[in-house]
């Protein structure tokens, strides 16, 4: 791991963890599925959150609520390898809005140590505002989070967010490479 000046010199990018790192989505979907007998696909937690009512919106809220699921959760389709690709040039800075939810702090912080060790865990910062982030990039899948940021974002295409426009947008962790590495 680089020393502390060596890394806090890289330029910055933060980084969300829902819907960007961890396919919350989809597992959240299979979960109501296997659960409920639903047919629900490709939805995030905010869409499903909105269609849902009942029993299975209670029981989901509660499970997202508790931090639960935060273990569970699949990382999407080459997040990994990017984000340490990402670590050997820039200080990667995990940014997650976990004080709606704060009991899901500890299950995201054991899901990062497991997934990403190569990160340092000084720069994982739990907010509610991204926008005091000093970064040079965020991604992100809510462009609530972009209103007042002063770096450049990166919007994370997730189902909640396909109508939106005014922001570079990347597919996915592929194209997250192409824009930060070349």
Known sequence: ??????????????????????????????????????????????????????????????????????????????????????????????CTAAMEYPDTIPPKIAWLHEHFPFLDPKLFVFCGYKQVMGTDWLIDDSVKHFDGFKGKPLLYTAPHNRDETGYDRVDDWAEVAKRLLG
Not at 52 to 76: I, K, Q, T, Y
């Open 1 to 94: 791991m680089p020393d502390k000046t060596e890394l806090l010199s890289r330029p910055k990018v933060a980084i969300d963890m829902d819907h960007v790192m961890a396919d919350t989505g989809a597992y959240l979907c299979d979960w109501l599925n296997d659960r409920y007998g639903l047919e629900l696909a490709d939805e995030s937690f905010k869409t499903l959150r909105d269609q849902l009512d009942g029993e299975p919106r209670r029981a989901m809220m509660d499970l997202v609520a508790n931090g639960e699921l935060m273990r569970e959760l699949p990382l999407m389709a080459g997040c990994r390898d990017v984000v340490e690709r990402l670590h050997e040039r820039y200080a990667v800075v995990i």
